[in-house]
């Protein structure tokens, strides 16, 4: 009998899904847990992040650093640091973008378990051991969310675990919320903030396996570039069964958008969002959820026209006509992923209505095949 890794269901499929990149086996010699970090241009971040990581007191890891094309002194500071198990530096003087860097770093990954780590972001020395642990006791969790803080606000969340509204707009869990021990409960939510969180490989591979990117069988999906990428990961994931949890324990802070932000994340969140709408959510329920959907739009689309003089606001609404003119250029993503999905219309709108968390012990996930 043919083995093919978890998720893998034929050899043609095998052959096909090889051209993502990914590496599916996990060797013998390989560390359990790979910690990716993507950068670009962050040469002031990456001590604070690399020195909390190797601060860590769970060491079975490798540490893959991806350079995405900066031009200030990161390459040079990077190579200084014995302690970086890979550097890999993608080409040219421009920035490829979030997706293509996380990408890059998980063809290069081993490592049972995959976690993705901003490059400003600075966790506390037991956050990994604490991801790593909460995924070991909770077998049917295959990603795990942290708690992110804010950077120089420490007792304010920037994330307890994130959802996705009906309307099409998500959200982060608890923030700007001051840490009152409301999110002190290890709960299962709707999905991890790619800034600090752990991914079981076998996840990502059924995930690139089903489709849904452009390339085909990515685990990020190209055409967003950047922006909204994870929600899109944790929309595809909920729509294959898999589900996360939130470790309380497992702590970080955040600076937000360190290394982005601006104009150019309200170009990609507007036109992002709208692409997300037509590639990921299912027929039924974007029917049923019509006038919210398009009241959420309208409302950011007056709100940015308040603003029209900010460069901000005119990048969002460029964003938006945009994603409001393109969005059929997903729907060959959106065959692939409808058509793999395990969960029914129902079943993943009842999904979407977890905002606040749910009880491990009180919830089992019922499958229609």
Same mark, same amino acid.
């Given at each position: 009998m043919d083995y093919f890794p978890p998720g893998i269901r034929n050899q043609k499929e095998y052959k096909r899904i090889q051209n993502s990149k990914f590496i599916f086996h996990i060797s013998a010699k390989a560390h359990r847990v790979s910690v990716i970090i993507p950068t670009h241009n962050g040469e002031h971040l990456l001590p604070e992040c690399l020195e909390a990581l190797w601060r860590q007191s769970y060491r079975d890891i490798e540490t893959i650093v991806v350079d995405d094309a900066s031009t200030d002194g990161t390459h040079a500071l990077l190579v200084g640091y014995p302690e970086v198990t890979t550097l890999e530096t993608l080409?040219?003087?421009?920035?490829?973008? =979030?997706?293509? $860097?996380?990408? $890059?770093?998980?063809?290069?990954?081993?490592?049972?378990?995959?976690?993705?780590?901003?490059? +400003?972001?600075?966790?506390?020395?037991?956050?990994?051991?604490?991801?790593?642990?909460? !995924? +070991?006791?909770?077998?049917?969790?295959?990603?795990? $969310?942290?708690?992110?803080?804010?950077?120089?606000?420490?007792?304010? =969340?920037?994330?307890?675990?994130?959802?996705?509204?009906?309307?099409?707009?998500?959200?982060? *869990?608890?923030?700007?919320?001051?840490?009152?021990?409301? =999110?002190?409960?290890?709960?299962?939510? =709707?999905?991890?903030?790619?800034?600090?969180?752990?991914? *079981?490989?076998?996840?990502?591979?059924?995930?690139? %396996?089903?489709?849904? %990117?452009?390339?085909?069988? *990515?685990?990020?999906?190209?055409? !967003?570039?950047?922006?909204?990428?994870?929600?899109?990961l944790n929309l595809r994931a909920r729509l294959r069964g898999h589900r996360t949890v939130y470790v309380p324990t497992a702590c970080a802070r955040h600076r937000l958008s360190a290394t982005g932000g601006g104009a150019l994340a309200s170009y990609y969140?507007? *036109?992002?969002?709208?692409? !997300?709408?037509?590639? +990921? !959510?299912?027929?039924?329920?974007?029917?049923?959820?019509?006038p919210g959907i398009a009241l959420a739009q309208l409302r950011f689309a007056i709100e940015a026209i308040r603003h029209i003089r900010g460069e901000a606001s005119r990048a969002r609404l460029r964003g938006m006509a945009v994603g409001l003119l393109t969005w059929p250029r997903v729907l060959p993503s959106r065959r692939r992923i409808i058509s793999s999905r395990i969960l029914s219309t129902r079943q993943f709108e009842r999904e979407l209505r977890m905002r606040r968390g749910r009880e491990i012990t009180n919830y089992k996930l019922q499958i229609t095949n």
């Open positions: 080409p040219g003087t421009k920035g490829h973008g =979030f997706v293509a $860097a996380v990408n $890059a770093g998980l063809a290069k990954s081993r490592g049972e378990i995959v976690v993705l780590l901003n490059n +400003d972001a600075v966790p506390d020395p037991g956050w990994l051991g604490e991801l790593v642990g909460a !995924l +070991d006791r909770n077998r049917w969790a295959g990603m795990a $969310a942290s708690k992110l803080m804010l950077y120089d606000r420490p007792n304010t =969340f920037h994330s307890t675990g994130d959802y996705y509204g009906l309307d099409g707009v998500p959200h982060s *869990r608890g923030v700007w919320e001051a840490d009152r021990g409301q =999110f002190n409960l290890e709960e299962e939510v =709707f999905g991890p903030c790619a800034a600090a969180c752990a991914y *079981r490989r076998s996840v990502l591979l059924d995930v690139a %396996t089903s489709g849904g %990117t452009q390339p085909p069988y *990515r685990v990020l999906d190209p055409q !967003l570039w950047m922006y909204c990428e994870d929600v899109d969140v507007g *036109r992002n969002l709208i692409y !997300l709408i037509a590639k +990921d !959510l299912p027929l039924r329920l974007i029917l049923r959820n019509l």
